[in-house]
């Protein structure tokens, strides 16, 4: 029906035909986005680093460093993780890091020895001369077309690119790894969550390397055309990033999209984009559309310029940091070091330090947590009571502002009656985890924690099964293993009982003599 | 410290929350009782405390029965809307007793016994004026004319709610003189009176003006822009109502009345505005609620042209909201 | 045409087997967890029904009326009820195993149904013609196919409301099938 | 009198319709075999597959054609919990019984593990895991496969120096789970 809707719509020009597009739902929230000072801070080095040891996949990773190694920045640690500075591995051991419920890590503790030596980073392996930005890319570019995966990927990893977006998802998996040809490479330059300008820091400061870096990125991807999307509140950045693309007109177009939460989020912004909407069950890929954050762009460059990804421009915000700023700080780097080095320590005891934006991140219960490559931004908000949820009168507000186009009202129905399969049927996995539906609910429901609690629900059943499916197809091998085995056994017995039975006579005349001999020999005995 | 995951208050200012938004629909509701009790009785501001009163008493009791927070649960205002609807839809000259009963089922059948605010399927409001229509057929029909209750005297009039003074009230020369129930009675009882030998009616003006039905339907359109503009609901059920009620009227209509007079009479306006729209018993997406509408008037028009009650809106209601599983499962997809 | 029309209408909805003359109500309530269930026990009953209605109207006109045997009416459409559904369980056993297994009991419960068996005496009582019999099962089946699915639909997506423990199960399927037929009182009179 | 014939002709019928409907029933037994197995396919597929024979069968399978062929209880299964039978009643159509607490009580997942100072290499678990989730051989270390092992505690009677222990699988990163909220 309303497919019927839009296309006449559509064709009777209502929509427009030319990009941007609308994305449906989404609310206009004020940016405040406190943090955008004039340059990024640049603390100095702490005293120690601590790397957790855990991939995108949250798969814990084997450290290829032992305790007591010495490092040089750069060097390779575990498979996509460098070492963010030189320095001594004090020890690898379980330690909390960023997460909702301050889970412990295996990870490396380094203590800096302040020298920050870059050193090179293949001297391990295989030497390779240290070739610029340029060759280095080429010889990307000749491994990719001439199919030789694993020589790429060893290349790439020690890149260890990966995304400073939201997900966080590893970028030369995305730029390299896809099969499909890639139309639109999108760099997302939306940053559309409160309070979070560090893509807007980065723009304003280096926007000659990031122009390089999506250059980098075009070409390694083959993409037919490449559009750099822009919020329109973000002007200095705008301007600083058209002047930069005017010597390099070929690599990318700037788009300048609407200020709307949440156009940063994948689907939104490629609906935002290409007008097309992604349904929940396909991949960007599958469409040719490949998004990668303005920051990953720049780190592409460095990386490529033989600087892997070691550190990561993130926001101190909230509505009581004293002094908010951009601060760059190397990945390992703890919460309470950051807060202290940029004059921020006032707040730590009596408010609520967050990890993420308002809307994505966190209360953090302890502050020694180190920064990993997904926290792009730290707030200190104000102790506050939380309004108790009032009962759910389907309003249907929420389903009126959900970008991916679902129905909260009902998904929180089956959710809070744990029922995964009612989940499944209104489609939870294609929930972004935004937040706009808590944001207009009226009875104040925490609507995406119920989401959240569902799909990790729906996720460990997936996991559960898939381990009884093994263990059953196990359990029948077994089984019939077993049975194999009696049956050999029984045949066997049969053979040697055949073979008995029809033994030919003479056989049968050796052993009556055998036995005459026997008794014969007895005899004797018995009459002494 | 309690830990707060989605940050709401750091991102906007206070949203309407559940209780403001019945403040809202009650507010939309006073021009239509003000007409309601200039033209016909002021009895129904009475009617409408009474029945608010005993709804939350009744709230009040079932929740602590049913052992959920006493006084947060009846705070919401959910059922303070209901009761005023309920008193609005039942007559004015109904005995205050038999309204209690009204009341009580609906709030014990329609709501509690479900387990509170969100987990109703029907519409308790409905439920309590269909127990009631059921049982208490002949007072449920006792309407009254415009301007017929002034003469009769404010005073005499509770008392026969009360069941006090003349008992038999109800017949004597006071009420006897009754002429016009609803409009809609009404045309039912000319209609048949009015078909000629070879059965097809003559034509029929009733000075329909005159009586106030029409003021009070467009004062309770009034109250339901005022709802559409304030966004607490949305535009597609009391379209979907309208539109579908006047196609039918237009297409299987036999009855010559004029059509404004048919849309603007009885409680369809207020069964559009205010019952039908209730989200909690209404479909989910905006597709479902343009079928929901769409049912609600088409079988409002059937039980008012074919059927046996003068007014067909709070069956069709009930009926819709025992159809809205099938729509919300038929209607799984995202629109 | 429209006479078949009017029995429809009023055998589906003026008066609806289950909430308004309420018959059959043992399916009605032990079918309605899931709708696959409730589905399978309306295709079933409709199947049997019509097929019921028809036969039975077929022997008292043929065999009972003209030998006068009225008083062997019932136990000869208990009998035709039985044959058809014990054909109905065989062709469910053949082509859905599972849905046989989860019908279970209430299939050979049809026999005994008061609904089917309601529905034969009647049509054979008031229509004068072999199609109206058969319009007349057909409807009354509709309108408890009807019925059926939308209480199923109703009491799994009343499975999630946090209904006090006293109520939950069967009691709050009874109130609110209680309430269906509170509301199908609306079409009383209708036509 | 009048009434002998009809009544000869009532019981003629009747005897008719009987043997119809017992020639009717009899239906062939192949369409029925591989309907019975396509049912126990569905029940197994439920289960929770720990081959823990906690429910008095030698695994999921055979209790799942339990299930079919001889009607058995659908609460026999403690690892399952409610889950499973929730699952059972709606594919089966039965009521929801509580769980037979002499099968056992639901327990979280356990994993096994063998102190290996202490394991003399006998082999007699290896023989008795279920889903081949031990590995070792003769006078040899044995040590459990972690993410294979279903908690069945099958192997632990066998153990002649009961080095086999029960932990709680460690909460990795990748299967934690967000609270459910209030």
Not at chain 1, 147 to 172: C, E, H, I, N, R
Not at chain 1, 515 to 528: N, W, Y
Not at chain 2, 237 to 244: E, L
Request: a neutral charge; hydrophobic letters at 45%; proline letters at 6%.
């Amino acid at each position: 029906m309303n497919t019927l809707l839009n296309t006449l719509a559509t064709r009777l020009g209502f929509h427009n035909q030319q990009p941007p597009f609308s994305f449906h739902g989404g609310l206009p929230l004020n940016p405040n986005k406190r943090a955008l000072g004039e340059s990024i801070v640049e603390p100095p080095l702490p005293p120690y680093l601590i790397i957790p040891l855990i991939n995108y996949a949250k798969q814990s990773l084997t450290p290829t460093v032992a305790v007591g190694d010495s490092v040089r920045r750069g060097q390779l640690l575990a498979a996509g993780v460098v070492a963010p500075t030189s320095g001594k591995i004090k020890a690898i051991k379980p330690h909390a890091t960023i997460h909702p419920d301050t889970l412990a890590v295996n990870a490396i503790v380094l203590h800096c020895d302040g020298e920050d030596k870059r050193g090179n980073p293949s001297a391990s392996d295989n030497p390779q001369e240290l070739g610029g930005a340029s060759d280095n890319l080429s010889r990307l570019i000749k491994l990719r077309s001439s199919g030789k995966q694993s020589q790429m990927q060893q290349l790439v990893d020690q890149f260890a690119l990966s995304g400073l977006g939201g997900a966080g998802f590893p970028t030369a998996e995305k730029l390299l790894g896809n099969t499909t040809p890639v139309k639109t490479l999108i760099i997302n330059a939306a940053e559309c969550e409160p309070e979070i300008s560090c893509d807007e820091a980065l723009i304003q400061s280096d926007a000659i390397d990031i122009v390089k870096g999506i250059d980098a990125a075009v070409q390694l991807s083959q993409c037919d055309q490449c559009i750099v999307a822009i919020e329109d509140s973000k002007p200095a950045a705008i301007e600083n990033l058209q002047s930069a693309l005017k010597d390099k007109p070929t690599a990318a177009q700037l788009m300048i999209i609407p200020t709307r939460y949440p156009t940063g989020a994948e689907s939104p912004l490629i609906e935002c984009v290409t007008g097309k909407y992604i349904p929940h069950n396909q991949k960007p890929t599958d469409h040719g559309v490949v998004c990668i954050n303005i920051a990953t762009a720049l780190a592409l460059w460095h990386a490529l310029d033989n600087a892997p990804l070691d550190s990561r421009v993130l926001s101190l915000g909230g509505q009581s940091m004293p002094n908010p700023c951009n601060v760059r700080v190397r990945f390992g780097t703890t919460v309470n070091f950051i807060l202290h080095s940029t004059g921020n320590n006032s707040v730590v005891n009596d408010h609520r330090i967050r990890a993420g934006g308002p809307l994505s991140g966190f209360d953090l219960q302890n502050l020694s947590v180190p920064i990993t490559a997904h926290t792009n931004c730290i707030l200190a908000e104000p102790r506050v009571e939380i309004t108790d949820a009032q009962a759910c009168i389907r309003c249907g507000q929420c389903a009126d502002v959900c970008p991916a186009r679902l129905l909260p009202q009902q998904l929180h129905w089956h959710a809070m009656a744990d029922d995964l399969n009612g989940c499944k049927q209104f489609q939870l996995d294609a929930c972004i985890e935004c937040g706009c539906c808590d944001l207009v609910c009226p009875s104040s429901i925490k609507l995406t924690e119920t989401f959240r609690y569902a799909k990790s629900q729906a996720r460990f059943r997936d996991t559960l099964e898939l381990k009884a499916v093994a263990a059953e197809q196990r359990f029948t091998e077994r089984e019939h293993r077993l049975e194999q085995r009696a049956l050999a056994r029984k045949r066997a017995i049969e053979e040697r009982k055949k073979t008995i039975q029809s033994s030919s006579e003479p056989d049968r005349e050796e052993i009556k003599a055998a036995l005459a001999r026997a008794r014969a020999k007895r005899q004797p005995k018995q009459s002494r | 410290m309690t830990r707060i995951i989605l940050d709401k208050q750091a991102v906007t200012a206070p949203t309407r929350n559940t209780s403001n938004i019945m403040l809202l629909v009650l507010a939309a509701l006073v021009p239509g009782i003000a007409v309601y009790s200039y033209v016909i009785s002021p009895i129904v501001v009475i009617n409408a405390l009474v029945a608010m009163f005993s709804a939350v008493v009744f709230e009040l009791l079932a929740v602590k029965l049913r052992g959920a927070r006493g006084w947060p649960a009846v705070q919401d205002g959910s059922i303070t809307v209901a009761a005023v609807l309920l008193a609005l839809a039942v007559p004015p000259g109904l005995p205050f007793w038999q309204l209690l009963v009204g009341v009580f089922i609906m709030v014990m059948l329609g709501k509690q016994v479900y387990g509170g605010l969100g987990n109703n399927p029907f519409n308790p409001a409905m439920v309590g004026y269909a127990a009631l229509m059921i049982s208490f057929p002949q007072n449920m029909t006792l309407w009254f004319a415009p301007g017929e209750l002034h003469s009769a005297g404010f005073v005499s009039l509770i008392e026969a709610k009360l069941g006090m003074g003349q008992t038999d009230i109800g017949s004597n020369k006071v009420w006897d003189g009754v002429t016009a129930a609803t409009p809609l009675e009404q045309v039912r009882v000319w209609r048949l009176q009015s078909l000629d030998d070879n059965g097809n009616s003559t034509a029929l003006s009733l000075a329909f003006s005159a009586s106030g039905w029409l003021w009070i339907n467009l004062a309770f359109l009034l109250g339901g822009l005022f709802l559409l503009y304030k966004k607490v609901i949305q535009w597609h059920i009391p379209v979907a109502v309208v539109t579908s009620f006047t196609l039918l009227t237009l297409l299987l209509g036999q009855s010559q009345i004029p059509l404004y007079q048919l849309v603007f009479s009885g409680a369809l306006i207020l069964g559009a505005f205010f019952i039908a729209t209730d989200p909690v018993t209404a479909a989910a997406s905006n597709r479902g609620r343009l079928i929901f509408g769409s049912g609600v008037g088409a079988l409002t028009f059937t039980i008012r042209e074919f059927g046996g009650y003068p007014e067909g809106i709070a069956f069709a209601i009930l009926l819709m909201n025992l159809c809205v599983p099938l729509i919300d499962y038929l209607d799984r997809r995202p629109d | 045409m429209n006479e078949w029309a009017l029995i429809l209408l009023t055998t589906v909805l003026v008066n609806n087997f289950v909430l308004t003359q309420f018959l059959g109500l043992c399916p009605f309530m032990g079918v309605s967890r899931t709708l696959e269930s409730a589905l399978g026990m309306g295709m079933a009953t409709s199947f049997v029904l019509t097929l019921a209605s028809a036969l039975s109207y077929i022997i008292n006109q043929w065999l009972l009326v003209p030998f006068e045997l009225g008083y062997l009416r019932t136990i000869s459409f208990i009998l035709i009820i039985a044959l058809v559904v014990q054909f109905t369980e065989i062709i469910i056993r053949q082509r859905s195993p599972m849905l046989h297994r989860v019908l279970g009991l209430y299939l050979p419960l049809i026999t005994t149904n008061c609904a089917v068996l309601g529905v034969a005496l009647l049509s054979a009582r008031q229509h004068d013609s072999l199609i109206e019999a058969v319009v007349f099962g057909f409807g009354a089946a509709a309108g408890f196919t009807l019925v059926l699915i939308l209480f199923s639909l109703l009491r799994q997506r009343l499975a999630g409301a946090n209904v006090p423990p006293a109520f939950k199960g069967n009691a709050i399927g009874l109130i609110t099938a209680g309430i269906m037929s509170l509301a199908f009182m609306g079409f009383t009179g209708l036509a | 009198m009048s009434f002998v014939i009809p009544f000869l002709l009532v019981v003629f019928a009747l005897i008719a319709t009987g043997a119809l409907l017992a020639r009717l029933s009899r239906t062939n037994t192949s369409t029925d075999k591989n309907n019975t197995s396509a049912m126990i396919e569905q029940v197994n597929a439920v289960l929770p597959q720990t081959q823990c024979a906690q429910c008095g069968y030698p695994g999921c399978r055979p209790y799942a054609s339990a299930i079919i062929e001889q009607n058995e209880q659908i609460n026999r299964c403690p690892p399952g919990g409610d889950k499973t039978i929730t699952d059972l009643s709606n594919l089966l159509g039965t009521p929801v019984i509580p769980l037979n607490n002499e099968c056992g009580v639901v327990k979280p997942p356990l994993v096994a593990i063998i102190d290996e100072s202490v394991c003399i290499g006998c082999t007699l678990c290896i023989q008795a895991c279920p889903v081949d989730a031990i590995v070792g051989a003769s006078k040899l270390m044995h040590t459990v496969i972690q993410n294979e092992c279903t908690g069945c505690e099958l192997c632990l009677p066998p153990c002649p120096v009961d080095c086999i222990e029960l932990l709680t699988p460690q909460q990795t990163a990748a299967d934690w789970q967000w609270p459910r909220p209030a």
